[in-house]
């Protein structure tokens, strides 16, 4: 572990130095004056992160392909060099400005996964405007929500979503949203499907037609402290949370990461098998790899039914993918559809990359075994942008230990709190947290809410990060990540937060209560399990209500959610204070030994959960 200690170490010992050599592997349209000035990185830069994505790279690698489309529910594919991709980013962004869009508004992005939502993240930032992509699974309520709260200028849509034998209509959950919201954006512009074309509205601008018709825009220059995205995560209460980038410290940081984490340098092909609405698409999709010079897939597709458990390795044979990143619920698929590997063929990965949710040891040894290459799990989330805990490929590879993300990413001062703030030794479980000041590429703060950043995160612990997960570094200084100490849960690698369902599910006539917990599963990591006591004299049948509340679920949250397990009970284990004993629950619901709280009520309702969650 010698060279990795050796960077580790440095980046904590003399975090400016470190830095400033990333930052030397980025074009700054103006010098920044300090790495760090006590709050933000790189202050006095300026730079555009589409310029470093795409312009610095037409000289020498403008024929390269920059963009692979792979889309079997569609059955298309298609190649996008960097030129080619620079001219679409080019005209998009002109299309923005000849709608009035300029340097600091906010474009709300909610489209499936087609080479139009690249190109849209690409042309903002190079607009210096902020995007907010929202995922398209989500629901009108919760688009509302989003719009509302960023005010975007113009809204970026497209008639529909495909799904495995599925047409997802966009344009109606669109316009149910701005119906909703307070909000009204100037523009919508709709990007046509011909699987299913979008009645358009007053306002409303065909996307191929606008775009055919818009100037080619260049780079506007916007300080390296400026926003580049929003991107709304699940809060544990109320509003989800608009985390910020911005844009010096985002490019340093995940331009540093291709090559030190992941491997992967200019001219190789990398494959985030993810979604744009997620992280992992922002960082891993769009931005890291353009950043590198690396070409990057974009997959609109599932790991099995597209047509089947092999897609993944046809696409990584395909086009030569050297690294690929998805999370450990697409691989239980595969394994769940194809257990033998009898669908493996040349897949031609050099590496294989997990994160978004816990790797089960299971799951590890079947990939490794499988398909002969690293198999590295990492943890990091939506609020750090890049990973916190990795097997960094590109400057040491360490000894894995399955269930273990390895260690501590450069950068990162990750640190393991009991309840008082104390260091906990060796293998025992406590709040994992990072030391600040957080490294470059991180959120610097909640978008309109930065009282409410440090209360969530800066509070708990003074002078630490409170990433509210729990878990354990052992004595070689591995990191474990148990679970969430909130009420996040973590569905198939998107989070989601089960207060906001049951706020769905406490709407319903007939619940008096209610609580939503995650449940352990073997392919999704969690699932939400609802639990709900009826009001007095309701005589209609548990399983209508039941059916109706994950109807409920679905529409408000989205089918993301995957609520389908509600239960009818007669009360809810509750302390003596009326606390809903949620995590007494889920220690019930996943099999754990517990110890009914010394402040239960009645311990005789546990008993009552563990038939309930039985039968169900």
């Given at each position: 572990m010698a060279r990795y200690h050796e960077v580790y170490r440095r980046s904590l010992d003399d975090p400016g130095a470190f830095w400033r050599e990333a930052a030397a592997g980025i074009d700054w349209?103006?010098?920044f004056t300090e790495v760090f000035d006590g709050e933000r990185w790189f202050p006095g830069g300026e730079l555009n992160t589409c310029y470093n994505a795409l312009d610095r790279h037409l000289a020498d690698r403008g024929g390269q392909a920059a963009l692979i489309y792979d889309s079997p529910v569609t059955g298309t594919r298609r190649s996008y060099t960097y030129a080619?991709?620079?001219?679409?980013?080019?005209?998009?962004?002109?299309?923005?400005?000849?709608?009035?869009?300029?340097?600091?508004d906010t474009v709300v992005i909610y489209l499936p996964m087609v080479p139009e939502a690249v190109v849209a993240m690409l042309a903002c930032a190079r607009l210096g405007a902020v995007h907010s992509v929202v995922f398209g699974g989500f629901a009108a309520p919760e688009l509302a929500a989003r719009i509302e709260h960023a005010r975007p200028k113009v809204v970026l849509s497209a008639s529909c979503g495909l799904e495995p034998g599925r047409i997802v209509e966009y344009k109606p959950l669109l316009d149910a949203a701005l119906a909703a919201s307070a909000h009204r954006p100037?523009?919508?512009?709709?990007?046509?499907?011909?699987?299913?074309?979008?009645a358009m509205g007053e306002g409303d601008l065909?996307?191929?037609?606008?775009?055919?018709?818009?100037?080619?825009?260049?780079?506007?220059?916007?300080?390296?402290?400026?926003?580049?995205?929003i991107l709304y995560t699940s809060g544990t209460t109320g509003m989800p949370k608009g985390i910020v980038r911005d844009n010096g410290g985002h490019a340093v940081a995940l331009h540093w990461s291709m090559a030190a984490v992941y491997d992967t340098g200019p001219g190789e092909v990398f494959w985030a098998a993810s979604d744009v609405g997620w992280v992992v698409g922002h960082s891993y999709i769009v931005y890291a790899p353009l950043l590198a010079g690396c070409t990057t897939v974009l997959y609109e597709g599932k790991p099995v039914g597209t047509p089947d458990a092999g897609a993944f390795w046809r696409v990584a044979g395909e086009y030569g993918v050297k690294t690929l990143f998805t999370a450990p619920t697409a691989i239980r698929a595969i394994k769940k559809e194809d257990p033998n590997g009898d669908l493996v063929k040349d897949h031609g990965l050099r590496?294989?990359?997990?994160?978004?949710?816990?790797?089960?040891?299971?799951?590890?040894?079947?990939?490794?075994?499988?398909?002969?290459?690293?198999?590295?799990?990492?943890?990091?989330?939506?609020?750090t942008g890049w990973p916190v805990a990795a097997n960094c490929m590109g400057l040491e590879p360490l000894p894995p230990k399955p269930g273990s993300p390895t260690v501590p990413v450069p950068g990162y001062d990750v640190r393991v709190l009991d309840e008082n703030g104390a260091e906990c030794p060796p293998g025992v479980e406590g709040a994992i947290v990072v030391r600040l000041p957080l490294p470059p590429g991180t959120l610097p703060t909640l978008y309109r809410d930065h009282d409410r950043f440090e209360s969530a995160y800066l509070a708990r612990y003074p002078g630490y990060y409170l990433t509210g997960d729990g878990g354990h570094l052992d004595a070689d200084g591995y990191l474990f990540v148990m679970g969430r100490t909130d009420d996040v849960i973590n569905v198939a690698g998107h989070r989601l937060s089960t207060g906001a369902m049951e706020e769905v599910?406490?709407?319903?006539?007939?619940?008096?209560?209610?609580?939503v917990i995650g449940v352990a599963d073997e392919l999704k990591g969690q699932v939400p399990a609802g639990f709900v006591v009826l009001k007095s004299g309701t005589a209609r049948p548990a399983a209508e209500i039941e059916a109706e509340l994950v109807a409920l679920v679905r529409e408000r949250i989205g089918p993301v959610a995957a609520f389908r397990r509600v239960s009818?009970?007669?009360?809810?284990p509750k302390t003596r204070s009326g606390k809903i004993l949620r995590g007494t629950m889920r220690a019930i619901a996943d099999g754990r030994t517990y110890r009914p709280p010394s402040t239960i009520e009645d311990p005789a309702v546990l008993a009552e959960i563990e038939r309930a969650l039985r039968s169900g």
């Open positions: 349209h103006t010098p080619e991709l620079h001219d679409e980013v080019a005209r998009t962004a002109g299309l923005l400005k000849s709608l009035g869009v300029r340097r600091g100037e523009h919508c512009v709709i990007l046509q499907r011909p699987q299913c074309e979008a065909d996307w191929a037609t606008a775009v055919a018709g818009a100037e080619p825009a260049g780079c506007e220059w916007v300080a390296a402290t400026d926003p580049l995205y590496y294989l990359f997990l994160a978004g949710e816990r790797l089960d040891p299971d799951t590890y040894h079947w990939a490794s075994d499988l398909l002969g290459v690293p198999v590295i799990d990492h943890w990091w989330q939506t609020e599910v406490a709407t319903h006539p007939d619940v008096a209560e209610c609580a009818v009970v007669a009360r809810l």
